[in-house]
């Protein structure tokens, strides 16, 4: 199918036709023509549409017509006040008594001007089209009639004078700038009818005339949004002073306030330039009301995107065994609804198996609260956990606050860091475990709640226990279903192929087609990674930053890796372990293979500390 240029004029006007065939020909190589019989002018408009053309111009009935037909904006050629005023100068030159029908607003003016030219004027109003053969054969005492080319013609079947208006060159190159103009927003917002349900907008030449309204502007102001004569902005709405600043200024003015009629405004100024010339103003406004509802929407929104989970159990990147293991256990337990304690290393990823556990559950479209614990102050974390009312204590919301059980009501909350929550909180904690039920600080009345518990930790939570600052009721509670997540340097090659993961997503972020030499994969395999998968993520992205070649060798990941020195107990004994022989076996469940993980040894290796321990 034929594409069209995007503003096409189109008449039944054979004499206009030709005129703007004129004016296109000289000026105007992105306007189209289109012309049909006034039967058939809806029907042509609509196959130019089709062919896509993005508006019409158009003189008079025509347009009425057009516009009914199309779905895009039909802009009305402008007849000037002195035009008019030479017709009807002519006319006088015909006869006394005039007829004239339709330009509503000019003719309020012209028609105190009947005295100087001597004439009797009778005017109508744009009858409807169907009505418009009767309206001028009511009109029929009159001896000379002026108007368009449809009206004319009608006139003259009933035997009357007439005088012919029709626009001048000028008038039909200045709706062409009009139309450009309303592309050229187009092109910037896509299209105003797009954001006709949000925004009110409208464009302002800059001798302070509107060109044209979207609808909801239309709505705002009492205008038609494409009027058929250009309209001053001190007519509509002189209450947006900063448009005249900006013409003058050339300067944008945001967040602006007017009070038009019993609404508030609040309005953005906007100077739109072309070859660094000021083209135009662009005003975008929106009722108050509409802007505070929307903030409330936004809040509520925002709210629930930041409950939503990111992750799955399939962004867990890794081809080892023990990787393998704990996927499968995660998968498992996602088909439960008991709480569940996942014990790992910083940086092994617990978050990220929490999120994918929640998704893969039958809660999975609930709402995800993920809490750190040893990120909250303790004098806070009581009033975020259960939320407060009104008046609860010094300095709290006049409006209260839902707490974040509250939040994951029908979902999940993921308690990370349990083993940092202060141990005046736990006894509650637990009650709410047990009860499934929450009170607000400074309420008597009791919420119930639908939950699951994931909770995370690196600390050893039975030495905890055992020192007395960690409730031993609260750790069997959560501890019902038991995740260990294994730590990187025993994920046999999985640091190699996360690396290679990470460093895809650096190429991307920085542009570049970064890739590893054979040297640098060997390093990556032989180093313990102390931090696991977060500090070989952190490592790979600032490769990404700093280098700047494409290679990325061993000695690139020797100056990051000599800053975590610290780390190490020394370069013999590798890292460092934090729990002891009888601790990790506690912990395991008296499992040697998950105690072996947690100390970081070889199942060998620990049946020769068993033996050893034994024989002591």
């Known amino acids: 199918m034929k594409t069209e240029k995007a503003i096409v004029f189109i008449t039944w006007d054979l004499p206009l036709y030709e005129l703007a065939k004129e004016v296109i020909k000289d000026n105007s190589s992105d306007c189209g023509l289109a012309y049909a019989p006034m039967k058939s002018i809806q029907d042509e408009a609509r196959k130019f549409e089709m062919r896509g053309a993005k508006i019409f111009i158009s003189f008079g009935i025509t347009g009425r017509l057009v516009r009914e037909a199309v779905d895009i904006p039909v802009i009305s050629l402008n007849i000037g006040e002195e035009d008019i005023i030479q017709a009807l100068i002519q006319a006088s030159a015909l006869g ?71 626009p001048r060159k000028e008038e039909l190159y200045e709706a062409i700038c009009t139309a450009r103009s309303f592309l050229n927003k187009s092109d910037e917002s896509e299209s105003l009818g797009k954001q006709s349900l949000v925004y009110a907008i409208m464009t302002v030449q800059i001798d302070g005339r509107i060109v044209i309204l979207n609808k909801l502007a239309s709505e705002y102001l009492g205008f038609h949004p494409l009027t058929s004569s250009l309209i001053s902005i001190q007519e509509i709405c002189p209450q947006f002073i900063k448009i005249f600043d900006c013409i003058e200024k050339k300067e944008s003015y945001m967040n602006q306030i007017a009070k038009i009629g019993e609404r508030y405004f609040l309005y953005h100024v906007e100077p739109i330039f072309q070859n660094n010339v000021l083209d135009y103003i662009l005003v975008s406004f929106q009722d108050t009301d509409a802007v505070m509802t929307s903030e409330l929407t936004i809040r509520k929104n925002l709210s629930k995107e930041r409950n939503k989970t990111t992750y799955t159990l399939d962004h867990i990147v890794g081809n080892s065994k023990c990787i393998a293991e704990s996927l499968k256990l995660a998968l498992k337990y996602a088909s439960s609804l008991e709480s569940v304690l996942i014990l790992g290393e910083t940086g092994t990823g617990k978050e990220l198996y929490a999120q994918g556990i929640h998704h893969a559950s039958q809660r999975g479209k609930g709402p ?74 400074g309420d008597e009345n009791i919420i119930p709640i639908d939950i699951r518990v994931i909770t995370a930790t690196n600390k050893d939570l039975v030495k905890l226990v055992r020192e007395g600052t960690f409730r031993s009721d609260l750790y069997f509670r959560l501890n019902i279903l038991n995740l260990r997540i294994p730590p990187l340097r025993q994920r046999e090659k999985d640091s190699l192929l996360l690396a290679e993961v990470f460093l895809k997503e650096a190429s991307i972020r920085q542009k570049k087609d970064f890739y590893f030499t054979e040297e640098a994969k060997m390093e990556i395999l032989h180093y313990q990674w102390p931090g696991n998968v977060r500090e070989l993520q952190n490592m790979v992205y600032r490769l990404g930053v700093i280098n700047e070649r494409r290679e990325i060798g061993a000695k690139d990941l020797h100056n990051y890796m000599i800053e975590n020195q610290l780390l190490y107990e020394d370069e013999k004994s590798g890292f460092k372990n934090t729990y002891s022989l009888n601790e990790a076996l506690e912990l395991s469940g008296q499992n040697k293979k998950m105690a072996a993980e947690l100390l970081g040894v070889s199942r060998a290796t620990l049946y020769r500390m068993l033996e050893k321990q034994k024989n002591k």
């Not at 979902?411 to 909180?425: K, Q, R």
Request: one cysteine or more.
């Open 96 to 166: 006394e008594k005039i007829g004239i029908m339709g330009f509503q607003k000019t003719m309020k003016r012209i028609s105190k001007l009947r005295p100087i030219l001597n004439i009797d004027l009778i005017w109508q109003p744009n009858p409807l089209l169907d009505e418009v053969p009767e309206a001028i054969r009511k009109l029929k005492d009159i001896d000379v009639f002026v108007g368009g080319y449809y009206q004319t013609s009608l006139a003259r079947e009933q035997g009357m004078k007439t005088i012919l208006l029709k």
């Open 368 to 441: 995800f609260v993920a809490v750190n614990c040893a990120s909250i102050p303790e004098n806070i974390l009581e009033s975020e956990l259960f939320g407060y009312v009104k008046g609860a204590f010094t300095g709290a919301s006049q409006n209260g606050k839902t707490g974040l059980f509250e939040a994951a009501h029908g979902g999940t909350i993921f308690l990370d860091e349990i083993g940092e929550i202060p141990y005046s909180l736990q006894g509650k904690l637990l009650r709410v475990l047990q009860e499934r039920q929450i009170r607000r600080l």
